[in-house]
């Protein structure tokens, strides 16, 4: 080889490593900064073109009364002019009629010179869902983070925000990232995926990143943390005696997760934390919303309140305007989940505040820097329309490209998981279902005849049925004598800890039979301990969770001592 053919041999490698470098990597460096001043641009331009009255309705989100876009729902949208609207169960009655409502009520707020609304709800899976068909019902997160599936988790908040986006909701008020480590926490529980930093971590953060490219805008929560709570913030104050350090140890680790992995929304927790801010709750603090989560933990995203009528706020914190206070702490929307008096209360106090220069500060305007945020949030996520105007058409090339390719990347992801698992919300549950006191193998073909049942839950009889039909004996109560007359193995399901110990006093009665409790409750509990009893659990209520423990008991070993559930068992 000649030395002459070397260096035409080296140019040419040279040649392709510059090309491949500045397509792979410069190029879309490049096309990724274009973006972003558009976005940046474009979003202040928006802002610029409203009235005082229209910033201040933009940093509020409301409920509506009904299942149509009624003259109510009109004359809310023109009198506060939100920024949002969230969605309960009293306002769903289909997907299809829920779909004609998003669609009319955007047409609604375009209509009253608005800019496109973001749309809400609570689909946290579990007990804590809004939505039925065409929305699956995922199990609890507690079930996601039992099956610990990084990829399971992922495509539970992808197939989750897919379909509701196909309804019009694009903001979606989950996953919970709150690590659920106190017994006694009344409103967190299955809710929570865990009760370790890192457990929430590998399953929550997923979930959230799969919603956000299945195509809504997520909203971790409850920031910096609902988990080691005794009260519930519906009802009362919650108070945690911990100090910031402690907190970044534990609490705040998935939220800072969350952050690195470009989470775009964060909802505040209700919570007073007297070691570090001993007059105001996280929502209200200046030292949490803006000292922590935006100085030094550098979140740039969305932080929207947790409803400001829940009685944490509102039993204790009138007396300051807490909309006003929550704003000038460093959130950017007010969650109202009501539309009457106590609406248009908040909704003057941010107005007579504006008016009266409270939002001005030396680094700018509270409320502007709120409406920004926003404005752009729904820019970068196309709920609002990019413009048509020739002036901004050549920098918003690069976005609309972008838009294109994900969209195109969202029905391809979709096909996918729908190809790879049929059942995402069956995946989990039958992966999630743990065996107490240790390895079990269940039922057997020839153990059949041996077997006994009695089941409170119509789903779980159901799919009994479904898998052994009548070779199972049925037994009419749960009672000593009843236990006495059935056969040497018996299945009794479990929806409280009480019906546990209850289960447990049979099986001390009756100490020749090996009974199955099988558990949807709470998992978060002291589990009875008798050596002729096993218990099976769920972690989820959901109807693909009760069905799991047929399909999981007759065809797979449940494998993990309750040392390895990933729960906090107290003693008794």
Do not use: C
């Not at 480590?181 to 399953?203: C, K, L, M, Y």
């Not at 400001?308 to 007396?319: T, W």
């Not at 979709?414 to 065996?435: C, L, P, T």
């Amino acid at each position: 080889m000649t030395k002459k053919t070397v260096y035409l041999i080296l140019g040419l490698i040279a040649t392709t490593f510059l090309f491949t470098f500045f397509d792979g990597y410069v190029f879309p460096l490049m096309r990724l900064e274009a973006i972003e001043k558009f976005s940046d641009a474009y979003a202040k331009h928006l802002v610029s073109r409203m009235t005082l009255e229209e910033k201040v309705g933009q940093v509020v989100h409301i409920s509506v009364p009904g299942k149509t876009a009624d003259p109510a729902a009109q004359k809310l949208i023109d009198s506060i002019k939100p920024g949002g609207i969230i969605l309960f169960g009293y306002n769903v009655d289909n997907g299809e009629q829920l779909k004609k409502l998003n669609e009319d009520l955007q047409k609604l707020a375009v209509r009253s010179g608005l800019q496109p609304l973001f749309i809400s709800t609570d689909q946290e899976g579990g007990r804590v869902y809004r939505i039925g068909d065409p929305v699956p019902h995922m199990p609890s997160a507690m079930a996601i983070g039992q099956a610990g599936d990084e990829d399971l988790a992922f495509s539970a908040g992808f197939i989750t925000a897919y379909h509701l986006a196909s309804i019009g909701v694009n903001f979606l008020f989950a996953p919970v990232l709150d690590i659920n480590n106190n017994p006694a926490n009344p409103v967190i529980g299955q809710r929570a995926f865990g009760s370790d930093p890192e457990r929430v971590i590998h399953t929550g953060v997923l979930f959230e990143q799969g919603a956000r490219e299945g195509g809504v805008v997520p909203v971790v929560k409850h920031f910096p943390g609902h988990g080691d709570t005794s009260v519930d913030s519906h009802l009362g104050l919650p108070v945690i005696q911990k100090t910031m350090d402690e907190l970044r140890n534990f609490e705040l680790k998935p939220f800072a997760a969350a952050i690195a992995s470009g989470t775009p929304a964060i909802m505040t927790a209700h919570i007073l934390y007297p070691k570090e801010d001993e007059n105001v709750p996280a929502t209200l603090s200046h030292r949490f919303l803006t000292e922590l989560l935006r100085d030094e933990m550098k979140f740039r995203g969305l932080v929207i309140t947790d409803a400001m009528e829940m009685h944490a706020i509102s039993k204790n914190y009138q007396e300051i305007r807490p909309a006003v206070a929550a704003l000038k702490a460093g959130a950017d929307v007010i969650l109202l989940t009501s539309y009457g008096a106590e609406m248009i209360q908040i909704y003057d106090d941010i107005l007579h505040a504006a008016r009266h220069g409270e939002f001005e500060e030396e680094t700018g305007n509270v409320l502007d820097r709120a409406v920004y945020r926003q404005i752009r949030t729904k820019l970068e996520h196309g709920i609002i329309p990019l413009p048509t105007e020739p002036e901004w058409q050549k920098s918003s090339a690069s976005f609309r490209g972008m838009y294109t390719e994900k969209l195109k990347l969202r029905e391809e992801k979709y096909r996918f998981i729908q190809n790879k698992y049929k059942n995402v919300a069956e995946a989990i549950a039958q992966k999630a279902i743990r065996g107490m006191p240790g390895d079990v193998y269940f039922l057997r073909i020839h153990e059949l005849k041996d077997a006994s049942a009695q089941f409170y839950s119509k789903d779980i009889e159901e799919s009994f049925q479904e898998e052994f039909g009548e070779k199972l004996h049925r037994i009419p109560a749960r009672s000593v004598s009843a236990l006495a007359k059935a056969k040497s193995i018996v299945l009794l399901d479990a929806a409280t800890k009480e019906e546990l110990k209850n289960i447990a006093a049979l099986a001390r009665s009756q100490k020749n039979k090996k009974i199955y409790a099988l558990y949807y409750g709470e998992p978060v509990i002291a589990y009875p301990s008798e050596e002729n009893l096993s218990i099976y659990i769920s972690s989820s209520s959901t109807r693909e969770s009760k069905r799991a423990f047929a399909d999981v008991m007759f065809t797979y070993k449940v494998g993990e001592m309750a040392r390895k559930i990933s729960l906090v068992l107290p003693a008794e």
